[in-house]
């Protein structure tokens, strides 16, 4: 049994098929998620998982360096953009609109959908190598 970590075992598999440069995403109860795009439903209620928890979270097993997020994030969700920001301390943050984001989607290898209930809680995580 897995004693730490990320211990859904859904997310824990997207994550272990990780190679280097692959992306993943999390994405608030709203956003719509492409057919073609593996999805991992965590949304129980509204606000639950809320986003924060579920990026620290993944973030603890996934190496990266370098996170998405839609530009609208720091104008819009001003909390949210603070928080993602200061998780990923160091590490590039590229801003790309949200319809360009949304895109993005259909390339991720997986979608986890959490129960945030605020607009703009939207990330895509690319992987890096552990060595």
């Not at 319809?99 to 607009?119: D, H, S, Y």
């Amino acid at each position: 049994m897995k004693k730490s970590g990320v211990l859904n075992t859904h997310i824990s598999s997207l994550i272990a098929e990780l190679g280097q440069t692959d992306t993943i995403a999390i994405v608030d109860a709203t956003t719509s998620i492409p057919d073609e795009t593996k999805k991992i439903d965590l949304a129980l209620i509204k606000g639950i998982p809320s986003f924060m928890d579920t990026l620290k979270a993944v973030l603890s097993d996934v190496e990266t360096n370098e996170v998405i997020i839609a530009m609208e994030t720091e104008e819009e969700n001003k909390e949210i953009f603070d928080s993602i920001t200061a998780e990923v301390e160091g590490k590039k943050v590229v801003k790309v609109s949200n319809e360009q984001l949304k895109i993005m989607l259909k390339k991720c290898r997986g979608v986890i959908r959490c129960g945030e209930a605020t607009p703009y809680s939207n990330i895509i995580i690319k992987s890096a190598s552990i060595f």
